[in-house]
């Protein structure tokens, strides 16, 4: 798993994505979110990117 602080407009908030969940942690609420595991998560700075791995309709659909 891994644990990221970054800065959102509200505030400061505690990003930790461990495996294919995604749990954003700020001074009032957290929320997590499973993704499908064909999901490819990562954190580029300040922003949490969510991408598929190929244009296939399945795919597509999930990263709609």
Known sequence: SRLVEADCH???VEVKIDGNV???KGAKATLTR???PNMNIA???NEILVTRPNDDKHNRALHA
């Open 43 to 45: 954190v580029e700075g």
């Open 22 to 24: 995604v749990t954003v």
């Open 10 to 12: 509200s505030g400061r």
């Open 34 to 36: 499973e993704f499908h």
